[in-house]
């Protein structure tokens, strides 16, 4: 009963939100609205613990490539300069340019790759479980 509580005030919420932004000169522009992740899997249910969440800036330098991990917490983010790689083990590869969002895979091995001469910004945003790893290397 408590988390349907939850999500009518969070829809409330939201529907205030757009109201109030269809106003002025404010504009919603939407990047992503799913419930997969970039290959396709179905995302996760939420944790049932404490809710944490975790909002990261990001900096990978030009030409870095990043250790195999997987993130056992739902994610998304938005590249917001540079080119990033992103390539699973089977090959399957996610190529991502400024502007462009993501939604991680999660628990799914994977790597990431500043490409060009840029280094790549990116903030993410995780709903993961208070205590809780968010990234976890692999080897």
Not at 71 to 84: D, S, Y
């Amino acid at each position: 009963m408590k988390k349907y509580l939850t999500a009518i005030a969070f829809a409330s919420t939201l529907s205030s939100f757009y109201s109030v932004a269809q106003q002025g000169n404010v504009s919603v522009n939407t990047l992503v609205k799913t419930t997969n992740s970039w290959d396709g899997s179905s995302l996760p249910a939420y944790p049932s613990g404490t809710p944490e969440i975790t909002i990261l800036d990001i900096n990978i330098p030009a030409g870095t490539t990043l250790p195999l991990h997987i993130h056992p917490v739902i994610n998304a983010g938005v590249v917001i300069k540079g080119q990033l790689k992103v390539t699973k083990p089977s090959g399957e590869v996610l190529m991502l340019n400024a502007g462009d969002p993501i939604v991680e895979l999660v628990n799914q091995v994977h790597t990431g790759k500043a490409l060009g001469e840029e280094d790549v910004r990116i903030i993410v945003f995780y709903a993961g479980e208070k205590g809780k790893a968010i990234t976890v290397k692999k080897q």
